[in-house]
């Protein structure tokens, strides 16, 4: 059997990581065609599986999505996501943390909006944010935010140990692309709400950015939460890789409905 | 023109309700098959236009669907809400309130999970609960229940005036058609886990449940937060409705992509 890309793209763990040796745009042989199928087909059983889940409500799932600016982590939750029954499915963005969120710890915000048992949840952003912009912009000093992919990994062991299976996902694009994608949104009227002038200062500390990624992949990438990198120039084999490993994820925890609570076999509805 | 779905299923503020009188199987001349087809492109433009309301940020648009048991809350949401961004949307389902919930105001769960500029909130069962069962099964004195219809109308004014456009659906099914769907949920082992023997007991107290809805629709249906009674005993005609009153509710927003921020006309991306 062909190895599924849920293995092909997954950092194991204690692996040596530097993005610039990894190819953005790499497609694992596939052809564009095929590709947007297979994602049609993989979001159908995807959202079967949903309803399983759901209905068990014994386990809890969560993707985190992190990427650099016009990286495509909005893009990939409404091209993979939206079939998705919005009833046990949370997408939660990560902004700027507010004071009463800054008044605890770094986790204390993420770990409410974590989901319950038969739940997916979907971080568009993350804690992440506290090992990448905080160290780029050196938001706090280094002894603090060196101190967090430990703090990070025992917080991800917390919530696997409860149950919840944790995939996280680095939306890999170039530089290049990166400046075509902000020409885009520059250039259509449609998408000029979405350019953010901040974007260009912050494309500027792309090498920090990219030193700061293969940290914490390589860091945080763990047997219970491991870091799939994503090659994602191609959005249509960015949304294939995401599905795959999505419906992957599911599939492996052979859901099944639940048993009934009770022998009903006897009772008549008057 | 025809009279829109939204407008003869609206329930006009100071009418008079009594649910008896409503056919909970009527149709208004549509035939099954013309249904399935409009709701599918109705969940189309739904998905175009909540594409602008979130660019938009400027409103939020707030559903509440209140039913019997095996009234269809969860299969509404399912059909006509999966096909949303779950970025910026966001399903609650109201339970048994917690301790902590119960050491505030009726108001002060529901207040805390309302949807923001941008997003669209579900609510399944909601803050009506506390004049239905609570009614229904004494939970509170009359004296505390009968102040509650004017306290929500004055809370659901408040989201108003702040930019929520509230719709409240009430799936109404018939006792005959319960029978049926509990029947179903014994019959079928992939329905059964969803059987509770509970909805046995409270399908006794349906006289006193209909008295219940028929004041909550009466006396709560505003012009800022008009109730909507469905005719639900055909989920086809079901899912066509709300899917219609969906589509127009975010039609009459008039929503437009918003302007850029500034002016980019000489940015250049290095």
Chains 1, 2 share one sequence.
């Not at 048992?117 to 090992?131: A, L, T």
């Not at 920090?208 to 191609?234: G, Q, R, V």
Request: a positive charge.
């Amino acid at each position: 059997m062909a190895k599924r890309l849920h293995d092909k793209l997954m950092v194991k763990p204690g692996k040596k990581i530097r993005l610039s040796d990894w190819d953005p745009s790499y497609n694992f042989g596939w052809k564009e065609e095929e590709a947007r199928a297979q994602t049609e087909k993989n979001i159908e059983e995807i959202i079967v599986l949903q309803n399983i889940l759901a209905a068990e409500a014994k386990h809890s799932v969560l993707f985190v999505l992190q990427a650099m600016d016009a990286g495509g982590k909005d893009g990939t939750i409404r091209k993979v996501m939206s079939g998705l029954n919005p009833q046990g499915c949370r997408v939660t963005s990560f902004k700027a943390p507010t004071p009463e969120e800054l008044s605890h710890d770094f986790l204390w915000r993420v770990h409410r909006v974590c989901p319950g048992k038969g739940e997916i949840g979907i971080f568009n952003r993350s804690h992440y944010e506290d090992v990448l912009v905080v160290r780029v912009h050196g938001l706090a000093p280094k002894k603090v935010w060196s101190q967090r992919y430990k703090l990070i990994n025992e917080f991800e062991h917390l919530l696997a140990s409860n149950g919840t299976t944790i995939r996280k996902f680095y939306l890999h694009i170039s530089k290049e692309e990166q400046k075509q994608r902000l020409e885009e949104r520059l250039a259509d009227p449609k998408k000029h709400w979405k350019f953010n002038p901040g974007d260009l200062k912050e494309r500027e500390y792309w090498k920090n950015y990219m030193d700061a990624f293969d940290d914490a992949i390589e860091k945080c990438s763990t047997a219970h939460a491991p870091w799939f990198i994503i090659p994602a120039d191609n959005k249509w084999f960015r949304d294939l890789a995401v599905s795959s490993i999505v419906l992957d994820t599911l599939r492996d925890l052979k859901l099944e409905y639940p048993e009934p609570s009770g022998d009903f076999s006897k009772v008549v509805v008057k």
